[in-house]
């Protein structure tokens, strides 16, 4: 789990926002994660552990070029 939700936009809104599809519902996603006082955490969070939705500001796809760039993996869910 995200260790700084508390401080986060999203904590208490529907999560299914963050997992839409159409492009519409992403970036309302993103647009709530621009003004997110914890979006850079959340985003370093994500790059190494959420395959998919919007976090961070990012798309799955998003995260996963910023991995590719980086020359980083998922960390597999259990593994700190």
Do not use: H, N, Q
Not at 40 to 50: D, F, P, Q, S, T
Not at 74 to 80: D, I, K
């Amino acid at each position: 789990m995200f260790p700084y939700l508390d401080d986060a936009i999203c904590r208490g809104l529907d999560p299914e926002l963050f997992y839409a599809e159409s492009g519409a519902a992403i970036m309302k996603a993103k647009s709530l994660c621009a003004a997110c006082p914890v979006r850079e955490k959340c985003l370093e969070w994500a790059i190494k552990r959420e395959e998919f939705g919007v976090w961070g500001g990012t798309t799955a796809r998003e995260r996963a070029a910023i991995r590719r760039e980086r020359g980083l993996r998922l960390v597999p869910a259990g593994v700190a």
